[in-house]
């Protein structure tokens, strides 16, 4: 059986989140999941820069 192959699972699931939480503080939740994925994915973009950036450094030498 799959987690959300209905959509009463779904529902189900953001009751208990709602009841857990409280309708005040899950705003707040989403705002820190928002910024913690946006750091995560400059963090991975830098990263793949400097391996780009290292990769044609290491290709212009290879020409000259």
Known sequence: MRLFEHPM????ILVVVL?????????ELMRGLGTGLKEFKDATKSDEDKKKETNS?????DEN
Do not use: E
């Open 57 to 61: 450094s290491a290709n212009s030498k």
């Open 19 to 27: 009841l857990l939480f409280g309708g005040k503080k899950i705003p």
């Open 9 to 12: 699972s779904i529902i189900i």
